[in-house]
């Protein structure tokens, strides 16, 4: 029978989170935005910020009232009256950040991806674990109520037997940009390829068997990526990721039931339809946003989480971020592509 609504979302107002202090490692572009989106809807205490650089540090201070500002990370990771540690470094940085915080006992939200390689993702679950500590990948978009929304939706059986996965994300970079630069793990796949593959093994879980095909680009990274997978039951995915130029960023999910459409960009604010053979359609509706619309979710959630004295989040686990970079670690092996200071260990299977 087809159903005539869908659930609402559930995700509860940033405001009434309980209040953490928060320290931020690297002041780029994604903590600015992340300062901006927290310092709007929540309460929360952005307390400090550190860089390799104190001027950096003590720019992005005056900008956002942050009242404590290092030159190093390891200035932060000692200070006693920082809960939590948000890791925004280079993705180079990501791990090392994050042992670091870890081993001063200091909770931690690590930027996406958690870690360059499945190896980096399952050490530093091992020392958040033994630390007794919080750890979670920040993939703010699991976090969105959308989100909560089509989790509920997949959950009540609502699209049948998933049968299918599509989403791709491209995008348009100057080649100043970072992602031209091989020495900071550069090309779209931890920078844009995480999201749908993410999405897909979210939805359907880690493939049995991969087939991936990229293009270089002249500045040394991979330009151009697309992979097709199958899993357990017979389901594929199918994701495309580069630098060439903007896309829909378009996500579907379908079903034996239904297929569930998310407008584009999938993995930001904004609305999705669930139809069904018969001609219904239901829409779920939220307002159209970016970064600062939506950030501020992830940061509420893992504060509610702590605050509980739970080690990781529902939205976004351990096991799940470590699941994804097996995808991608696999993708790689197959077109040759090499992150620095990184050896690739996983026990994913390697496919001819």
């Known amino acids: 029978m087809t159903i005539t609504l869908l659930p ?54 005056e900008t956002f009232n942050v009242p404590a500002a290092y ?42 991806p958690i870690g360059l390689n499945a190896g980096q993702a399952q050490d530093v679950a091992a020392r958040a674990e033994a630390a007794g500590v919080f750890a979670a990948e920040a993939m703010w978009t699991f976090f969105l109520p959308k989100f909560d ?58 493939p049995r068997r991969l087939h991936a095909i990229g293009q270089p680009h002249p500045l040394g990274v991979n330009a151009q990526l697309s992979a097709v997978m199958q899993f357990d039951g017979g389901a594929q995915a199918v994701v495309n990721t580069h630098l060439h130029n903007f896309t829909p960023t378009a996500a579907t999910i379908v079903g034996t039931k239904a297929t569930l459409t998310i407008d584009g960009p999938f993995n930001m604010p904004g609305g999705f339809d669930v139809r069904f053979p018969d001609g219904t359609r239901l829409r779920h509706s939220e307002p159209v946003g970016g970064h600062f619309e939506g950030l501020h979710y992830e940061a509420a959630a893992v504060a509610r989480a702590i605050a509980a004295g739970d080690t990781c989040v529902d939205q976004r686990t351990l096991a799940a971020s470590i699941r994804t970079l097996k995808v991608a670690d696999e993708i790689r092996r197959q077109l040759g592509v090499v992150f620095p200071g990184a050896a690739d260990t996983t026990d994913w299977p390697a496919y001819a």
């Not at 903590?31 to 390799?52: C, L």
């Not at 809960?83 to 915080?101: E, K, Q, R, S, W």
Request: contains cysteine.
């Open 8 to 61: 609402e979302s559930r995700v509860p107002e940033s405001l009434d989170a309980p209040v953490l202090r928060w320290g931020i490692m690297g002041p780029g572009w994604i903590a600015e935005r992340f300062t901006e989106s927290v310092q709007a809807h929540t309460g929360q205490v952005i307390a400090a910020v550190a860089s390799r650089s104190l001027s950096r540090s003590k720019a992005f201070a």
């Open 71 to 112: 030159g190093s990370y390891e200035d932060l990771a000692s200070d006693p009256d920082i809960d939590i540690v948000y890791v925004c470094t280079p993705h180079t940085g990501h791990h090392a950040a994050a042992v670091l915080a870890i081993n001063a006992r200091k909770h931690v939200l690590i930027e996406k």
């Open 149 to 206: 929304v089509i989790r509920q939706v997949l959950k009540a059986g609502t699209l049948g037997t998933i049968t299918t996965v599509l989403a791709e994300y491209g995008e348009y970079f100057d080649e100043s940009h970072r992602i031209f630069n091989p020495e900071l793990a550069g090309g779209p796949l931890l920078d844009l390829g995480t999201y749908p593959l993410a999405l897909v093994t979210e939805v359907l879980g880690g």
